[in-house]
């Protein structure tokens, strides 16, 4: 038997704007204009420069390394019609999950100090903010469909219902 169908299920990743592909057309670039440079400058005679160019290629192979893994975290939000779900995943894979019960929650975009405006929701004195890594033009969006599927889950029939 399925579980319960979700109102919203919706994954919030970081964009990356080169793709591996790209990634590896930028490398081999790199590297052979590196080559042609270090080996001009070997004929030249000035041949410890050949190692700092080579440094200078592992070193941004190491900053999109670095940039790729951080593309793996994650959040997914599920709201159903008794709770809404929030489950992270961090660059490391390790996966961390909050519920919330969608009756009272809040949902807005709101300025935090040091930070431009990012999705919040609130209840009873917690808080805790979703997509911090989103472009700002898609933050206003993600807290709408958020605050639509809640709304849904707290009027639906089976919530709304008087005993």
């Known amino acids: 038997m399925a579980g319960p169908t979700p109102l919203l299920d919706l994954t919030l990743r ?23 440079a270090g080996l001009v400058f070997f004929l030249a005679g000035a041949w410890p420069v ?23 975290q994650h959040e997914r939000v599920v709201v159903y019609e008794d709770r809404l779900e929030i489950e992270r995943v ?9 519920t919330w ?3 009272w929650l809040k949902v807005d975009l709101a300025q ?3 930070h431009p405006a990012a999705v919040r ?20 969006p993600v807290a709408r469909m958020i605050d639509e599927a ?10 709304s219902r008087i005993e």
């Not at 990356?16 to 204009?33: I, N």
């Not at 440094?55 to 390394?65: K, N, Q």
């Not at 961090?90 to 909050?98: C, F, M, Y």
């Open 150 to 159: 809640l709304a849904r889950a707290r009027y639906s029939p089976s919530t």
């Open 50 to 72: 050949l190692g700092f160019l080579g440094v200078d290629v592992l070193l941004v192979w190491l900053a999109f390394r670095a940039n790729y893994a951080r593309g793996r």
């Open 112 to 114: 935090r100090p040091g």
């Open 121 to 140: 929701l609130r209840s009873h004195g917690k808080t805790t903010w979703l997509g911090a890594f989103l472009p700002i033009e898609e933050r206003e």
């Open 90 to 98: 961090d660059p490391k894979g390790r996966i961390a999950v909050e």
């Open 101 to 103: 019960q969608p009756y």
């Open 14 to 36: 970081p964009h990356r704007s080169l793709s591996p592909r790209g990634f590896a057309w930028l490398m081999g670039l790199l590297c052979a204009v590196s080559f042609v």
